[in-house]
């Protein structure tokens, strides 16, 4: 049984915290908006981590 892989995220705004699949995430570079606060950034800010920054580059 494959497990799905996901994204952990973090608003630098607000503080909300919460995980993806990176399917459903845009490009790195790409805007974003927070879904708690809506405050825009490029996606790579959003992730809690370099791995899960690899992990948005590698399967997004």
């Known amino acids: 049984m494959p497990t799905e892989t996901y994204v952990r995220l973090l608003c630098p705004e607000c503080g909300k915290r919460w995980e993806a ?11 974003f908006h927070c879904p ?4 825009g950034r490029r996606m790579s800010e959003f992730t809690r981590t370099e791995r899960d920054l690899e992990t948005l580059k ?3």
Do not use: K
């Open 36 to 39: 708690g606060c809506h405050a």
């Open 58 to 60: 590698t399967l997004g």
């Open 21 to 31: 699949s990176p399917n459903d995430l845009p490009e790195p570079s790409e805007e």
